[in-house]
């Protein structure tokens, strides 16, 4: 073996297929009981394809980063379409006019929709926090309206805090529309593959000199002492790559990193269709966050409808949930900042992906950091 890579996700995988095309021996160990991560799909008892960990979508603005994935599947253009239902009513998400035309009287839309459309004039969007403090009385209004409704309130319900006490200022990327304009994302490429995440990683994993072993728990095995990495109990010079979470690595020396969890419930109905969009947010709903209704990501035409149902929780190590969302504050990145010193006293171990990096990663932005680990 000439590297071992620990986590079968896309940067495990995508550096093992680079060390393997270079002519290198590669060892992959995965603790869970399958190839690709948290983008691992599978088709459910009732025939739809899910997604495990919750749903994903490929976008990315770089054509580089595209073509690398259809290296290994083959994509179909989807457009992602996602919403949200307060007071019974689905509006889409990022809100457009529609949202305007769905939750006030006709008069009061229009009137709202053409001072958007002179206040912003040229653009196509703005970002709530803009709206939230424009001059404009009834611009204020129409934001501090979505802002009481879904924003504060879906946001408390993920990080797990009271919608009072929600800043506004998170809201400074969040978009809303001065048009008609439904797709959730705006970037170049968005694309779903033709079967399936899983097969991605197949392919992808497909090389001679790639050994994979599902069910292996690499901290049974390794261990890190005065900057050397052992394994089970003997000197390495092997290269390692580690994809976990690096307070895990150094047991917990400077505390556990906070992350917040999912809990998904899965469901299966008889009928044709659950909810407006593949993707919907209930921000007035008790507990769960959104339900993403896979026979719409893409189309599956089978009978009835699986979905799963998204309630965020706190992640305690050990009780079997997942680390998804990183809490990035000030002192959790400092105290991640003492784990990352602490691995780069090891010669031949490199740290790389969403959680050895404590950072939230789309999946373009994943592939772009473990390419760059290739290229150097
Ligand atoms: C709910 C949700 C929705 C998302 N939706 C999108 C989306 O729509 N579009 C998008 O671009 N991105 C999305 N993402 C992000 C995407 O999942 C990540 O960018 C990508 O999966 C990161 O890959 P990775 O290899 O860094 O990590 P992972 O996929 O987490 O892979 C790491 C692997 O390492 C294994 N591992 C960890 N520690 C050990 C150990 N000690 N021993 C053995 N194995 C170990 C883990 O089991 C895991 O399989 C979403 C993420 C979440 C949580």
């Known amino acids: 073996m000439d590297c071992l890579i620990i986590g079968c996700g896309l940067c495990g995988s995508v550096i093992a297929r680079h060390m393997a095309e270079q002519g290198k021996r590669v060892v992959i160990w995965e603790r869970r009981d399958h190839i690709g991560g948290n983008m691992y799909d599978y088709v459910d008892e009732h025939g739809f394809l899910v997604q495990k960990y919750g749903p994903h979508i490929f976008h990315t603005g770089k054509k580089e980063l595209y073509n690398y994935m259809c290296r290994f599947e083959q994509w179909q253009d989807y457009k992602l379409t996602c919403g949200a239902v307060w007071d019974g009513k689905y509006t889409p998400t990022p809100f457009n006019f529609t949202t305007i035309d769905t939750f006030f009287p006709k008069e009061k839309a229009v009137e709202l929709k053409l001072k958007l459309q002179k206040a912003f004039a040229g653009r196509e969007e703005a970002t709530v926090v803009e709206t939230l403090e424009h001059p404009d009385p009834d611009i204020r209004a129409y934001a501090e309206y979505l802002f009481q409704n879904d924003y504060a309130p879906y946001t408390a319900k993920q990080w797990g805090v009271s919608p009072e006490i929600i800043d506004p200022s998170v809201l400074k990327r969040v978009p809303l529309r001065f048009s008609y304009e439904e797709g959730y994302f705006n970037d170049t490429y968005q694309a ?168 939230y990663y789309n999946m373009d932005q994943a592939l772009a950091r473990a390419l760059d680990v290739c290229r150097n």
Not at 216 to 239: N, P, Q, V, Y
Request: glycine share 6%; proline share 7%; with cysteine.
């Open 192 to 359: 779903m593959p033709v079967h399936s995440f899983t097969r991605f990683f197949e392919n992808l994993l497909n090389h001679p000199n790639i050994e994979i072993k599902l069910g292996m728990e690499a901290l049974e095995h390794l261990f890190i002492r005065d900057g050397k990495l052992l394994l089970d109990g003997l000197d390495t010079s092997f290269l390692v790559v580690y994809t976990g979470a690096l307070d895990e690595l150094f047991g917990g020396i400077y505390g556990a990193l906070p992350y917040r969890s999912l809990r998904f419930e899965w469901k299966y109905e008889k009928k044709e269709s659950l909810q407006d969009a593949p993707v919907v947010a209930y921000p007035q709903a008790e507990g769960y966050t959104r339900i993403t209704e896979y026979k719409k990501l893409p189309i599956q035409n089978k009978l009835g409808t699986s979905y799963a149902v998204e309630y965020p929780l706190p992640y305690q190590e050990g009780e079997k949930l997942e680390p998804y969302y990183p809490v990035l504050t000030v002192e959790s990145q400092e105290q991640y900042a003492k784990y990352k010193a602490l691995a780069e006293r090891v010669p031949n171990l490199i740290c790389c992906g969403r959680l050895a990096d404590f950072k």
